[in-house]
């Protein structure tokens, strides 16, 4: 199975850019499609956006679109989420997740489907 490492997280000001980076150690990352999620203090954890195994197929939350870009480097063992014109309510810790699926092209927006989870990095967007 996967383990899941993020980083890239970190303190920026709003309008500002960061890219996440999700990595797994192991060898059957390619079997996984990845989602990005996040979670504000207070508040449920919500998802961002998914990349299905052959990173060809992306699909995001409404709220993120146009603004973050998600991508995948199955050579690398890693995907990244890049996130343009930062707002102070991005501000959360964000998750990768990865999904076993039998499906190159499948991918899910839900938590519930996500069995393997990184420990989070936290991104925080001042005014």
């Known amino acids: 199975q996967v383990q899941l490492v993020e980083s890239g997280g970190g303190l920026v000001q709003a309008g500002g850019s960061l890219r996440l980076s999700c990595t797994d150690s192991g060898r059957s990352f390619d079997d996984y499609s990845i989602g990005w999620f996040r979670q504000a203090p207070g508040e449920v954890r919500e998802f961002v956006a998914a990349?299905?195994?052959?990173?060809?197929?992306?699909f995001y939350s409404d709220f993120v679109k146009g603004r973050f870009t998600v991508s995948r480097d199955n050579g690398k063992n890693t995907v990244y989420l890049q996130i343009n014109s930062l707002k102070p309510e991005d501000t959360a810790v964000y998750y990768c997740?990865?999904?076993?699926?039998?499906?190159?092209?499948?991918?899910?927006?839900?938590?519930?489907?996500?069995?393997?989870w990184g420990q989070g990095t936290q991104v925080t967007v001042s005014r």
């Open positions: 990349v299905s195994r052959d990173g060809y197929t992306r």
């Open positions: 997740a990865g999904r076993l699926t039998d499906l190159i092209g499948d991918y899910s927006s839900a938590p519930d489907e996500y069995y393997q």
